[in-house]
Structures are given as structure tokens and as C-alpha cells.
């Protein structure tokens, strides 16, 4: 039984399709990239997974269970907008993590805040766009969680703190757990991912590890992208 | 222009691992960084890194001493035999090269002595 | 877990309003020394006059405001943005719901309860100061006393009513601080699909619904009094003359007393259709919270 096992999972808003049937096993251990254009149902299949949507049809199991209490608990998400109240600071956000999620790790949390330059006395409304952003990156990755959603991570972050995320998710990887990363900015992560999952229009049109579509097509997942979704 | 490497990512970083030997930033016998260290040192993929040093293994640049690490080979021959043999891949590459740019074997041999000079 | 989130919520709210009751409770003592202080009869009615205006407001606004936070909070900590982060949390989604009416109703009876203060201060300093309020003039601890006997003698026969009236009240109040977060997180839940000025929607719909019952509860209420004009003791009156009201409390409670049956009558009506309303909704609210939860 793969970590993430999706089975005919639809999502349809007034019969519009968002998810149109998706099979896509997900096993533990991998660091796997949701890719495909806007609009081709990255966010809504993180969403269904995360319990913030409900399916028309179809299933979706982590670690065996339907999206609840349980799977919560395993699951770290970290969605593009931002979530957090406005009036706290950040460190109360840190004890409100530490509250709520028994895998959180405060002083990891801590520590990378220190690094970042982000003063956790600072109320959430003082703070920039980018410094909210990493303060969501380093709240969800102090988690040990079993599966880690990141939903487009690097996309409106400058490079440096493109590099420190993506040496972050490599340093938390382990072999138990997995990380899916939505992006459209392939070639900034491909090195990094195990599998590559292209998906259109809600369905998946391709799913493989990273070095089988090199190998397969003599392209990198990035240059076969532009070439499946050319417009 | 930047054309990305379409090469297996694995498969870059046995290249770039017997560079950093070549040059001497990994000498024989020194031992190397941790799968996890590796995979940060060049952000990539630790299944990955994993993969290349596999293979490394069996190429024998490298051998793993159990409990202990990974480390660089001390026998030399095996050394200069990567050395010897990417040296003549980088050869084959720039006469190709000049040649895509209309400059045949000879006349490429004859600038480069020029150059020495 | 569900008192983890209690927790939160109770701590929101705790931001604010504290801080309107004490402004609410010192503007209430103020008006209460000024009460107990002035010595001049005229002074003291005008004082008493000016200010009453924006006492009411005072008591009015610190009922708005619980409100206003709480609807707040219900929206935008379930069904904005906060809300991926509220409903990703390992917990229940109904208990995220629940957390929030347990607390709106917590708040709602502290703010009544600031409010009674509020009044009930200026007006006992007020039956002090205020001579010949009953016919011997006596001191403040008597009068009450008095009253009370008084009001006893004319309900007689009585009591069983009274004290079941008392509980109805006691209920009615304790369901109405359920009633706005229970219907207003409804009235969310069912809008929330809807991704463009839902927190319009959801307003609308819940004031435009309040409003409704409102109207409804008034026109049933004089429905029932005029049905009971037909139905009221005849051993009771059913008038009462303007000095009745000042000198003899006898008379007064004999028309409370007959009224009664009326009153009772008619707090069970809006109690019954508060309580179903509010019970309604929590159910929905919950089932769609749990079950067919769409962030969008």
C-alpha cells in the first residue's frame, strides 16, 4: 500500500471537471513534482488530499485513511496563500503549531527563523510578503510529518531563499517520508525530484521517476514540459 | 544561451563527483561527505545521489567501509584511467565543436600550438 | 481538542472586549459617584438626563461589538484565507465549528452580564438617593423589603407560575446566546461555495433572517395578546391606574400576576422557535462543515 494512494478521484464545480479521474500511487520516500500549466488541477488534487475539499467521486487514502483528524496530523501543507492571522506574532504561531502538532520541532523552528533574519517577536502584519512566505516554509517544515505538500513554494521567492528551500527539503528528506512540490518552475527543482507527474486538464498524462523520462526521452523533465504543453 | 543537461541527473553527478577527484578537491583516499551532505552540496535528489555513488562503486572510484563511509580510492591506476579517459572525451567534444563551426581537425590542431605560443 | 481551540478563540476575543467592559463599567461608575455624590435635586436630574443618552449607546455598543467580533471570527478564521490553516489542523472539523458558538455563547453571556452591571449600578444608587419612592419614605434596605412583600401578597396563588416564568426566562436567555453564532455559522457554511462577496451573503442572509424572525415573534406576541384579553383571570385586573405603578405594589403585581398565563405563553413561542432555529443550524453547520467542506 503506496503512502498516497489516489483511485478515480474526481472533483467536478457545476460539472466542470477539475479532476477527471485520477489513479496515482504516491509511495514514502520520494520527492515527487506536481507539474502542469495553471489551471490543470495541481492545487485542487493538494487540496482534496489535505481535507479542504470534498470529491464528487472517487477516493483518496494516506497511509490508509480517508482525509481526517488522522491524516492531518501526518500531513503538512503549505499552500501559496497565506494563512495566518495578521495580529499575531510569529513566535505565538510557533507555540500555536507546537500546540496542535505532536511531530513539531520548536527549536528547529526556532533556529531556522534565526537564520532566515526573522525577529519571531514580530507580529505577522509588520512583516513582508516574502518574510510571510518563509515564515509558512519554516513553520511547515519544522514538522516531521509522513507526506509534505507544498504548493508552489519557490514561485514568488528571490533566488537566494529559492536555494535555502530547496536545501531545506533535501535536508528533512527521509526515507519514511514524502514531499510532493506543485510548481510550474521545473527546472529550478528537477535535480531535486525522484518522480515528475504531469497533469492536464485534471488528468494525469504522465507519471515516472525523473531519470526515466531523461532517459526515455533524452530531454530534462523541464524540456520534455515545454514540449507536451506547448501552447 | 543555457542549455540544460537532458542527461540523467545520476549520471551529471558521477560526472561532477570525478571532477571534484580529478581536480583534487577529493584526493585519494579522503573520505567523502554523507549521502545527505552530498545531496545538499549539490541540491540534488539524496535517491539520487545515492544512485551515483552506486555506480561510482562499481567503477570503482570509490568503496565503502562499513559503520565508517564512503571513500576515494587510493589505487592511482584507477585514478589516472578516469583521467585518461575524460581528458579524451573533452578532446572529442572540442573537435567537435570546431567542427560545427567549420574548423576541421588539422587547422583546430594548428591553433591550438599557435596558442601555446 | 476541542478545548485546545476554545482556547484560541476565547483568546481573540479576549483582545478586545475586556477593554469595552471595563470602559463600559467605568463610565457606569462614574455615572453611579455622580449619582451618589451631587446633593442638588435639579443638578442631579439633569446629570442623570444628559447622560442617559450615551448610556444606552455604551450598553448598546458593547452588545454590538461581542457580536460583530464573534461574527468576525466565525468568518474569518473558518471561511477565508485562516480557514486553510483552521481546517488542516488534526482535529475534527465539527469541533472547529463548535469551538466557535461554545465561545460566542460565552462571550455573549459575559457581555450581558457586563451590561446588567452597567444598569443595574446607576439605578441602585438612583433608588437610594431618590426620596418618597415608596409611601413612608423609608431608607433603601427597607423599601426593597417592602416591595418584595408586596409583590408576594399580589401573587399569591401564583408562585408555581412565577418561578416557571423565571426559568423560562433563564432558558430563553441561555438559548438566545447560542441562537447568533449557531445561525450566523450557518448561514456561512451554506454560502461558503460560493467564492465571490460570500461574506455578503452570509451577513445578509443572517441579519435579513434575524430581522424576519423578529417581525414574526411580533406579530405573534400581539396575536397572543389579544387572544388573551379573552383568556386572563378575571380574578386578577387587567388594568392598572398610573399611581399603582408608584405607591402601591400590591396592584402591580396583581397585574402581573394576571398576565402571566399571556407572557408565559408567549416566551415559550419565541423560546421554541429560537431553540429550533439555533439547533437547526448547528446540525447543518456541522454536517456541512464535516461533510461537504469546499474551500475554495
Known sequence: MALIEYRKLTKLYKNVPALNGIDLDIPAGRIVGLLGPNGSGKTTLIKLTVGLLTPTAGTVMIDGFAPGPQTKAITAYLPERSYMSEWMTVSAF???????????DKNKAYEMLSRLGIDPKRTLKTLSKGTKEKVQLVLVMSRAAKVYFLDEPIAGV?????????????????????VVISTHLISDIENVLDDAVFLRNGQVILADSADNIREKSGKSVDMLFREVFRC | MYIPDSRPVYVQLIDRIYTMVLSGQYPPGAKLPTVRELAELMQANPNTVQKALYYLEEQKLIYTQRTVGKFITEDK??????????????????????????IDVPEAKKMISEKED | MLGKLMKYDMKYMARILPWLYVGGLAFSALMTAFILVIKDATLLFLGIYASYFMFIIAVEAISVCSSVFMMVRIYKNMFSDEGYLTFTLPVKNGDVLNSKIFTGAIWTFISGTVAVVMIAMPIAAASYKLPKMSADGMGFGLLIESIIKQFSVGLAGNEAKLIIF??????LIAVSAFFAPAFYSFCCAVTHKVKRARAFASVGIFIGVSYGIGLLMSIITVIVEIFGEYVSDTTGVNTITPTALIYDTSELSAYFGSRLNIMTVE????GTVMLTITVVSWIVANRIVNKKLNLL
Open chain 1, 94 to 104: 510557533v507555540s500555536y503549531f507546537a500546540d496542535f502538532y505532536s511531530d513539531f
Open chain 1, 158 to 178: 528571490d533566488p537566494a531563499a529559492r536555494d535555502y528551500i530547496l536545501n531545506t527539503i533535501i535536508r528533512n528528506y527521509s526515507e519514511n517520508a514524502s
Open chain 2, 77 to 102: 591506476d584507477v585514478i589516472e584511467r578516469a583521467r585518461g579517459s575524460l581528458a579524451r572525451a573533452y578532446i572529442i567534444e572540442f573537435f567537435q565543436k570546431m567542427y560545427m563551426i567549420g
Open chain 3, 166 to 171: 423565571i426559568l423560562l426566562v433563564i432558558a
Open chain 3, 267 to 270: 416566551l415559550l413561542i419565541v
